[in-house]
């Protein structure tokens, strides 16, 4: 979404997104939101009577990122059970945003960076293969949403990618790669912002 230059497109775009996150939407997501609340407050003791130090950053932004992937996939990335919070996918939003100028600049650099072997890119920059690898991740969790004809598991809760697929939005706006750049962008906006904010 924050990559679309026509106002119309962003339009039908945010559009098809606003459902998601109208007050209501968000309320229905609140036991979601309180169960990985106490699973984090649980950790949290665990680390306390442990000694262990936490750092909060790294603590909020494991939070965000189980929210809004099991908010957008209706599965999350486990992040709170890691013991080191899963920092890989929120490094690699990090990670992707300080290069953001960069592709937006030359926009050549990161479709050549993905067209060269993984073993050369682990080499020189180990920041970009961590977006490649949460890309890849992004694409083979929306081909799964794609495939399996269920929308909704009896739960109740709506699998945001499913209803975008079934919606109305145009076929090319449901094409893969676009999907991915969306899943990226939401995933980046639910962990970045709201990890910054609790954490300041």
Same mark, same amino acid.
């Given at each position: 979404?924050?990559?679309?230059?026509?106002?119309?497109?962003?339009?039908?775009?945010?559009?098809?997104?606003? &459902?998601?996150?109208?007050?209501?939407?968000?309320?229905?997501?609140? &036991?979601?939101?309180?169960?990985?609340?106490?699973?984090?407050?649980?950790?949290?003791?665990?680390?306390?009577?442990?000694?262990? &130090?936490?750092?909060?950053?790294?603590?909020?932004?494991?939070?965000?990122?189980?929210?809004?992937?099991?908010?957008?996939?209706?599965?999350?990335?486990?992040?709170?059970?890691?013991?080191? @919070?899963?920092?890989?996918?929120?490094?690699?939003?990090?990670?992707?945003?300080?290069?953001?100028?960069?592709?937006?600049?030359?926009?050549?650099?990161?479709?050549?960076?993905?067209?060269?072997?993984? @073993?050369?890119?682990?080499?020189?920059?180990?920041?970009?293969?961590?977006?490649?690898?949460?890309?890849?991740?992004?694409?083979?969790?929306?081909?799964?949403?794609?495939?399996?004809?269920?929308?909704?598991?009896?739960?109740?809760?709506?699998?945001?990618?499913?209803?975008?697929?079934?919606?109305?939005?145009? &076929?090319?706006?449901?094409?893969?790669?676009?999907?991915?750049?969306?899943?990226?962008?939401?995933?980046?906006?639910?962990?970045?912002?709201?990890?910054?904010?609790?954490?300041?």
């Amino acid at each position: 979404m924050f990559g679309t230059i026509s106002h119309d497109l962003h339009r039908v775009r945010r559009g098809a997104l606003n &459902p998601f996150f109208s007050k209501q939407a968000v309320n229905r997501l609140e &036991p979601v939101i309180r169960e990985l609340i106490d699973k984090m407050c649980a950790r949290f003791e665990t680390c306390r009577d442990s000694g262990e &130090p936490v750092e909060t950053g790294r603590a909020y932004a494991a939070l965000t990122t189980d929210i809004i992937t099991r908010y957008a996939f209706r599965t999350s990335y486990g992040c709170i059970d890691d013991p080191n @919070w899963k920092w890989d996918w929120p490094k690699a939003m990090n990670d992707g945003t300080k290069s953001c100028h960069l592709n937006k600049q030359f926009p050549f650099v990161f479709p050549a960076m993905k067209a060269t072997p993984e @073993w050369i890119i682990q080499r020189i920059d180990p920041a970009v293969m961590n977006i490649i690898n949460f890309q890849k991740d992004l694409e083979r969790q929306i081909i799964e949403v794609r495939d399996s004809k269920a929308g909704d598991d009896g739960s109740g809760q709506k699998n945001l990618f499913q209803e975008l697929l079934n919606g109305n939005l145009p &076929p090319e706006e449901k094409e893969l790669p676009r999907l991915v750049d969306e899943g990226q962008t939401m995933i980046a906006a639910g962990q970045q912002t709201t990890a910054h904010h609790l954490k300041t």
